[in-house]
Antibody, heavy 117, light 105 residues
Framework: EVQLVESGGGLVKPGGSLRLSCAASGFSFSNYTMNWVRQAPGKGLEWVSSISGRSSFIYYADSVKGRFTLSRDNANDSLYLQMNSLRAEDTAVYYC??????????WGQGTLVTVSS | DIQMTQSPSSLSASVGDRVIITCQASQDIRNYLNWYQQKPGKAPNLLIYDASTLETGVPSRFSGSGYGTDFTFTISSLQPEDIATYYCQQYDNLPSFGQGTRLEI
């Protein structure tokens, strides 16, 4: 059974940093592009970043470029999102999602990041 | 960046109704269009990919159509468990989502 479990969310002050993790199981992790998608409270879905299976290609939304860094550890079936210089507008539930042939077929349950003083 | 315009933003319907949601892309995205359902407090769930292919296990009352810039998502006979917010997503280049349609009964 495919499972994606996010962790690392919490309350952080503006300008602070946070590292999110996504633990994958039930599939051959290194064969899949992985993504982070976020959802601000009461708002819609926003794609954040994606990374190819061997980390050859990494892409970011303009809203996080230069502040967030996406990486993965295929040996440990894990995905990471390092978030620096956090702003109030980064407050959201962050989901990791598996990318299967240009659609997101499995999602984690999400982890909440709150940026507030 | 490709912008996705989804309409309506909210919709009230009755059990058994046919429900239609549209999504328009700002440029040609071929058939790289997916539809997701999200219930309150839950992660999104893939319903349709490549504009018209039903994901495994999704009821056949859900369907999708379209190509290029104009797409349609249909629920043929609305059920109470279909109350949710629905999102289109393009993936011709970097992914982006429509703003969502909240479906109420």
């Amino acid at each position: 059974e495919v499972q994606l479990v996010e962790s690392g969310g919490g309350l952080v002050k503006p300008g602070g940093s946070l590292r999110l993790s996504c633990a994958a199981s039930g599939f051959s992790f290194s064969n899949y592009t992985m993504n982070w998608v976020r959802q601000a409270p009461g708002k819609g879905l926003e794609w954040v970043s994606s990374i190819s299976g061997r980390s050859s290609f990494i892409y970011y939304a303009d809203s996080v470029k230069g502040r967030f860094t996406l990486s993965r550890d295929n040996a440990n079936d894990s995905l990471y999102l390092q978030m620096n210089s956090l702003r109030a507008e980064d407050t959201a539930v962050y989901y990791c999602a598996r990318d299967f042939d240009s659609h997101f077929d499995f999602w984690g349950q999400g982890t909440l990041v709150t940026v507030s003083s | 960046d490709i912008q996705m315009t989804q309409s309506p933003s909210s919709l009230s319907a009755s059990v058994g109704d046919r429900v239609i949601i549209t999504c328009q892309a700002s440029q040609d995205i071929r058939n790289y269009l997916n539809w997701y359902q999200q219930k309150p407090g839950k992660a999104p769930n893939l319903l349709i990919y490549d504009a018209s292919t039903l994901e495994t296990g999704v009821p056949s009352r859900f369907s999708g159509s379209g190509y290029g810039t104009d797409f349609t998502f249909t629920i043929s006979s609305l059920q109470p468990e279909d109350i949710a917010t629905y999102y289109c997503q393009q993936y011709d280049n970097l992914p982006s989502f429509g703003q969502g349609t909240r479906l109420e009964i």
